[in-house]
């Protein structure tokens, strides 16, 4: 498996023939800041089988993102608030509630809750990918919450979590670095990478904290904007 940062919540993983997108956001406008643009631009690439979206604000999907689900076929995985967006322009889609398994493209895709307080990012969700007997988490835009910490306890191979929280009215949204932290103590992944931060405007953070957990059973991979792990 590669795993590719393309920048902000966007990372294209490959598996084999299989090749999934997440939180597509390659656009660029007043309101979503990009401090520095996408590693690649959509159009570079040529093979997705599944776009997985967390929910429908516009840095974790944009027009860019469904117009590259619709030219190559792609199956657009998103709560409710996104499948309107798909349904407008025709891409197929599978709407993806806390619960649900979505078998797609010879993976295993289990919907999890996410807890993302903000306008529009109520039925927020996350995912966890089996893919060639590995367990991914993707978490999207969420908070840490009791529920999330046990649901990740039964063991998962690598978390991707997001560091950098957009605040809104002072009041953050999302999990900042030290909740990120102490998700990776108390559930013990066996490899980290931190996403959301330093790409969009607002979502500021230091990396370089979350390697307090680094060693033993964890280990946390700092990625830079269009760099590959091989995993």
């Not at 322009?89 to 599978?94: A, F, K, L, S």
């Not at 559930?187 to 953070?205: D, F, I």
């Not at 230091?206 to 792990?229: C, V």
């Amino acid at each position: 498996m590669d795993i590719t940062w393309i920048g902000h919540a966007t990372f294209l993983i490959r598996s084999g023939k299989t090749a999934i997108l997440t939180d597509p956001w390659f656009g660029r406008s007043l309101f979503y800041r990009r401090l520095r643009p996408p590693a690649m631009e959509a159009d570079e690439i040529s093979c997705c089988d599944i776009v997985l979206v967390s929910h429908a604000h516009g840095d974790h999907i944009d027009g860019k993102g469904l117009e590259l689900a619709g030219r190559l076929g792609s199956l657009v995985v998103g709560p409710p608030s996104v499948v309107k967006k798909a349904e407008k322009t025709g891409i197929r889609y599978e709407a993806a509630e806390p619960g649900k398994t979505i078998n797609a493209a010879g993976v295993q895709i289990m919907v999890t809750p996410a807890c993302h307080p903000a306008p529009g990012a109520k039925d927020a969700v996350g995912y966890i990918l089996k893919i060639e007997e590995k367990a991914v988490y993707f978490a999207g835009d969420t908070l840490l919450f009791p529920e999330l910490v046990d649901m990740l306890k039964d063991g998962v191979d690598l978390a991707i979590l997001p560091i950098g929280p957009y605040k809104l009215l002072g009041r953050k949204v999302g999990m900042d670095v030290s909740e990120a932290l102490k998700l990776v103590e108390e559930t013990k992944p066996r490899a980290v990478v931190p996403m959301h931060y330093n790409c969009l405007k607002g979502t500021e953070a230091d990396p370089d904290f979350l390697l307090k957990a680094d060693g033993g059973t964890t280990r946390i991979f700092l990625m830079a904007p269009g760099e590959t792990l091989f995993f």
